[in-house]
Every structure is written in C-alpha cells, then in structure tokens.
C-alpha cells in the first residue's frame, strides 16, 4: 500500500520560513486533490491549503498571501511554502491525498510532522 511521508517541519523563529513537502512511497495514479492540513493542541484539524489535478488551490484565510501550495505531478509530490510564520501557525502539519477511480474514493494521511514557530 503506498504510503505519505511529510517532511521538512521543525522548529523556526517568527517571521521566518519553511517548506514543506509530502510525497508517495510508490506509484500511484488517478490522484485528484493534494492537500495540507493542521492541528494544534486542543483544536480540530483544519483544512491550510489544497490543490486539484487541474491546478486549482484553495487556501485559508489565516495564511493567505503567506503560504504557497505546489505539487510535482510526476514525483507525486505535493509541497507548502510557508513564509512570514507566526506563533498561532504551530501545529501537527498532515498532508492528504484524494484518490478517485471509477469504482471508488481513496482517502491518503501522511504521519504529520511538527512545525513549531517561537515568538
């Protein structure tokens, strides 16, 4: 079964930057949305930013103009700058993979890394 693994979380200054990127474990195919999420201590996961097989992103609006969703279709890779961070953007960063068939839908989590922002 192919797997999600993130990477690139630690821990950063205010103000300052990283990137972020997810990728497949092996070859997969029919991938329809790309996206990351977030989850800080005490509060439900929220949606940060996605991006469809056509190109379309979606953003929150805590980190607009902020945050840079991409995605490397031929590595299945999907990547989040993240620039100008703040306190309030720490949290458990997942990626999620949408997978559609003809037959069915296919729901991917990667493990989570940490992004941790000091004041």
């Known amino acids: 079964q192919v797997q999600w693994m993130e990477s690139g979380g630690g821990l950063v200054q205010a103000g300052g930057s990283l990137r972020l990127s997810c990728a497949a474990s092996g070859s997969i195919f029919s991938i329809n949305v790309m996206g990351w999420y977030r989850q800080a201590p005490g509060k439900q996961r929220e949606l940060v930013a996605d991006i469809t097989s056509g190109g379309s992103t979606t953003y929150a609006d805590s980190v607009k103009g902020r945050f840079t969703i991409s995605r490397d279709i031929a590595k299945n890779t999907v990547y989040l700058q993240m620039n100008s961070l703040k306190p309030e953007d720490t949290a458990v960063y997942y990626c999620?993979?949408?997978?559609?068939?003809?037959?069915?839908?296919?729901?991917?989590w990667g493990q989570g890394t940490q992004v941790t922002v000091s004041s």
């Open positions: 999620k993979v949408v997978r559609l068939t003809i037959a069915a839908r296919y729901d991917y």
